[in-house]
C-alpha cells in the first residue's frame, strides 16, 4: 500500500495559458508536481475583468510583452482561451497518469463582475475556482496593488492605507462571490510588495473580520507559499469557525511548483487543521 503523501496538492498554479505566466508551463508544472511527490496540482488561470490603472514601469512591461494596455492607460485583460486550456490539460493527464490534475480559475474580483463571469463558470466544469483580489481603489480608481504600492503610485498610498484598503474590499468581495468560488486566495496579497518588518497583530481586526466572513460563507483560505502566510493568520482562521484550507504556490513557472510546501503543512497542522483522507482534497479541521 502505498504511504499517505507528506505534501499538501497545490490548488493554485498558473501555465502558458494565464496571460501574466510568461514562463508557464503545464507540462512543465507536472513534471514538477511528479517528481515533488504532489497528489494533486490544479492550473487556476486568470481571469480577470478589472480595468487597473498601472503604475508607468507596469504599464511600459505589458505594452511591451502582451500588449494588454488601452488607449487610457489602463489594464486590458485578455480572455482566457478555455478549449485550448482544457486540451492541454487533457494531454497533459495522458502524459502524467500518476499525477491528479484538475482544471481551475482564478477570478480576478470576481464580485464586480458576475453576470460576465457567469457564462464561463456554467460552462467550464472548473474543479477549482479561487475569489481574488488584486487591486484597491484610490481616489475612486482600481489601482493594482503592486503600483499603488510603487512609488508612482498615489501620494496617499502608503503600505499601511493599502493593506487596510484591501483588507475592507477582500471582505466585501467574500460576501458577494458567486455560488462556484470555493476558495479566497491571497487575503495577505499585499504583503508581496511589504518594504520592512510586518506585525500582522497590528492589523488583526481587518484580517478577523475578512475571515469571519469568509467562515460565514463556507469557504476555504488558502494558504500561500508565495509570501508564507503569517501562522497568526490561520489561528485566528480556526478560532473564527474555518474549516478548510488550501495550500497554494501561485507558481507561474514550474520551478516554484509547491515551494515551501513542507514547511506550511506544518505549520497549518500545528494550527488545527487535518489532511483529507482524500490526497487532493482541502485540509479540514
Ligand atoms: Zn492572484
Ligand atoms: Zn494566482
Redesign the pocket.
Known amino acids: 500500500m502505498a504511504s499517505a503523501p507528506q505534501v499538501p496538492a497545490d490548488d493554485?498554479t498558473h501555465s502558458e495559458w494565464s496571460w501574466d505566466a510568461h514562463a508557464g508551463s503545464m507540462a512543465g508544472s507536472c513534471a514538477r508536481a511528479v517528481e515533488l511527490g504532489l497528489p494533486a496540482i490544479a492550473f487556476t488561470e486568470?481571469v480577470d475583468a478589472t480595468r487597473w490603472v498601472l503604475a508607468d514601469r507596469s504599464r511600459e512591461e505589458l505594452v511591451r510583452d502582451r500588449h494588454l494596455v488601452g488607449e487610457d492607460g489602463r489594464f486590458d485583460p485578455p480572455p482566457l482561451d478555455v478549449d485550448r486550456y482544457l486540451a492541454s490539460v487533457d494531454d497533459c493527464r495522458a502524459r502524467f497518469p500518476q499525477l491528479a490534475i484538475l482544471t481551475g480559475v482564478?477570478l480576478?474580483e470576481p464580485h464586480r463582475f458576475r453576470d460576465r463571469i457567469a457564462p464561463l463558470l456554467a460552462s467550464g466544469g472548473f474543479e477549482r475556482v479561487?475569489g481574488?483580489l488584486?487591486s484597491v481603489e484610490f481616489h475612486g480608481l482600481p489601482w493594482l496593488v503592486d503600483d499603488a504600492m510603487s512609488s508612482d503610485g498615489p501620494e496617499d498610498a502608503t503600505q499601511e492605507a493599502v493593506l487596510r484598503s484591501y483588507l475592507g474590499e477582500a471582505a466585501a468581495m467574500v460576501a458577494d462571490l458567486p455560488d462556484e468560488v470555493q476558495v479566497l486566495?491571497?487575503i495577505d496579497?499585499p504583503l508581496r510588495g511589504w518594504r520592512g518588518p510586518f506585525d500582522p497583530a497590528a492589523y488583526e481586526e481587518p484580517f478577523r473580520h475578512v475571515l469571519t466572513t469568509l467562515a460565514a460563507s463556507g469557504r476555504a483560505l488558502e494558504v500561500s507559499t508565495r509570501v508564507p502566510l503569517a501562522p497568526e493568520i490561520v489561528a485566528w482562521w480556526r478560532e473564527v469557525g474555518g474549516r478548510a484550507v488550501s495550500f497554494a504556490s501561485?507558481a507561474h513557472e514550474p520551478s516554484a511548483v509547491g515551494h515551501g510546501f513542507a514547511a506550511a503543512a506544518e505549520m497549518v497542522e500545528g494550527s488545527g487543521f487535518r489532511r483529507d483522507r482524500h490526497p487532493h482534497g482541502f485540509w479540514h479541521r
Open positions: 493554485h486568470h482564478e480576478g479561487l481574488s488584486h486566495a491571497h496579497y501561485d
